[in-house]
């Protein structure tokens, strides 16, 4: 949506209404810099202030329930310290509770860190964090042509992102379970068809650019097209190679697994010669 509405406003001629005397090249690179910088940087912006702000909601929350604390310790270690305590513990026979039991002490009445963890909030579902990455790798391969600093935003924003998501994780939500999987699932698949259609939209742009009629000013329109789809072929043909390459279980594991595998199998069969040896030496028994 920021995306297509950017372009209508280029299309109605808004900026152009502003500024009369802007280029189109210009134009295109303020449309950029408003769609890739300014608009994400108002969101993480905004998202960042609302952590920030339960953020202090729960430390001013930890701090009323360690002044409560405080108040509730005071309160028992007067308890101990008073007289009454002392004639309870006279007048109570050998099967009656002791007053360490009857009552309770600051540790036992004070929640501990895993019951405040439970008050708190679950760890919402990862379905946004990977739709959140996977919206902002198709920002760095798809544009990456028009605005070369998205790479280096993308950067920025992850930098702090990822400090925001350590601190919700420790003092805001629920630590998650973790899951054994083998992959990302779907994920992997979206990205790697955007990757295929990432190399198609780049050549387009490089194409509509003129970048390569700037390199051969003479090259007709039927040989910019063919070197265009044998360009685009090559990159396809190029990723391909690389994910075919890659080991989908590296070297080490394979050979770690081997060298377990190996102790597993030498040591049944000790068990195996162990028992032989005890069947053996029972039979000679019996026989004897």
């Not at 400090?163 to 939500?173: G, T």
């Not at 990757?195 to 390569?212: E, L, P």
């Not at 040989?223 to 190029?238: D, G, P, T, Y």
């Amino acid at each position: 949506a920021i995306i297509v509405n950017c372009i209508f406003c280029s299309i109605r001629g808004v900026f152009r209404r502003m500024l009369p005397d802007l280029p189109f090249a210009a134009e295109i690179f303020l449309l950029i810099c408003i769609e890739e910088a300014i608009i994400p940087y108002i969101v993480s912006n905004t998202r960042l202030s609302v952590l920030i702000e339960l953020s202090k909601k729960e430390q001013a929350r930890y701090a009323e329930r360690k002044d409560l604390n405080k108040k509730l310790k005071n309160i028992l270690d007067q308890l101990n310290n008073s007289k009454q305590i002392k004639n309870i513990n006279e007048i109570s026979t050998e099967n009656s509770f002791s007053s360490h039991d009857s009552i309770p002490s600051f540790e036992t009445l004070s929640l501990s860190q895993a019951e405040i963890e439970c008050l708190q909030p679950k760890w919402p579902d990862l379905y946004e964090d990977y739709l959140e990455l996977v919206i902002q790798f198709g920002y760095i391969i798809f544009l990456s042509t028009l605005f070369p600093l998205a790479a280096f935003f993308s950067l920025l924003n992850n930098i702090v992102e990822i400090r925001a998501d350590a601190f919700k994780l420790c003092m805001i939500c629920q630590r998650p379970f973790s899951q054994r999987v083998k992959d990302i699932g779907h994920w992997q698949k979206i990205m790697e068809y955007m990757v295929i259609a990432a190399i198609i939209v780049n050549c387009i742009f490089c194409s509509i650019r003129g970048v390569f009629r700037r390199m051969l000013p003479d090259l007709p329109f039927a040989a910019e097209i063919f070197l265009l789809i044998c360009i685009e072929h090559l990159l396809i043909l190029i990723c391909k190679i690389i994910r075919a390459s890659i080991e989908n279980v590296p070297y080490w594991v394979r050979v770690e697994k081997a060298k377990m595998e190996y102790r597993r199998r030498e040591a049944l069969t000790k068990l195996e010669c162990n028992a032989l040896h005890l069947k053996d030496n029972n039979t000679q028994a019996n026989t004897t």
